[in-house]
């Protein structure tokens, strides 16, 4: 009996550190976060910085954003057809095509590539900065790494995603004007006219965009804080590249669900 107390007590003593542990850490990143927010004026005085990791961070990802923008625009134009055409409604895939990229697929794929790609070049650079002590050095030359290295990098990528997705959007849009237009034969100026007096600059657009800034700052956030937070050893920075892409990819997709159950009430 004694002995089943003693394992009962042990178990909860672990569970109770576990949840102190995990307590501790939210706490750290939810400080670490304002932190990033409040360095915005800072950090943007030193455009320079940006504009490099920007560099990094966006063009290196625009040529997979935009092919796959694409080729979701030729699956979008090939599917959308086939079901309007069902109800004699073939020239509103312009339409379907342009609301589904604006408003859900152009954020929430964009951010799911922008984790894979861009995600965990941050999250390997900034580890391997911390294996080889680069850190380190530099708290002891009175250095702030968090301003020096993670704010750059961070707002980079909260500047870099919205136009990633704008291009990933706009791709898709040309994909689905390329399949329903070119090679199905949809008339071209039905196509156009009913993105135009369909699409909402406010209601879908800026949703749209609302949508890939948190998406950013998401992604970018839990990428410079994997980095930060990984263990100076490569089998540590591997690890935390692959935390990356699975917390951000869970973070994308449940923000987008209460994100579009907001805007659909609202």
Do not use: C
């Not at 922008?114 to 650079?125: I, K, V, W």
């Not at 998401?218 to 410079?224: E, G, H, K, L, W």
């Amino acid at each position: 009996m004694k002995i089943l107390n003693q394992n009962h007590r042990e178990k909860l003593e672990n569970l109770g550190f576990a949840t102190r542990s995990k307590l501790v850490d939210i706490g750290y990143g939810a400080r670490l976060f304002f932190r990033l927010l409040f360095s915005v004026i800072p950090t943007f005085r030193r455009f320079s910085l940006v504009r490099d990791q920007m560099h990094f961070v966006g063009n290196y990802s625009l040529a997979i954003i935009a092919i796959s923008g694409l080729f979701v625009g030729f699956v979008f134009g090939l599917q959308g057809y086939y079901t309007l055409q069902r109800y004699g409604s073939a020239e509103a895939l312009g339409l379907l095509v342009t609301l589904s990229l604006v408003r859900e697929l152009g954020p929430v794929v964009t951010a799911l590539l922008f984790a894979g790609r861009a995600g965990t070049s941050l999250t390997a650079e900034i580890g391997l900065m911390k294996a080889g002590e680069q850190i380190s050095v530099m708290e002891m030359m009175a250095v702030d790494p968090i301003q020096r290295i993670l704010a750059p990098r961070f707002w980079a990528g909260v500047v870099a995603m919205p136009l990633l997705a704008a291009v990933f959007s706009a791709m898709g849009v040309i994909g689905g004007w390329v399949v329903g237009v070119v090679l199905i034969g949809v008339d071209g100026g039905a196509f156009w006219s009913q993105v135009q007096g369909g699409v909402d600059v406010w209601q879908d657009v800026g949703n749209g965009i609302l949508k890939s800034v948190v998406f950013g700052l998401t992604v970018s956030f839990i990428a410079v804080f994997q980095g930060f937070e990984a263990q100076a050893t490569p089998e540590g920075v591997a690890s935390a590249t692959t935390r990356t892409v699975v917390s951000a990819s869970l973070a994308v997709l449940g923000l987008d669900i209460i994100l579009t159950a907001m805007m659909f009430t609202i």
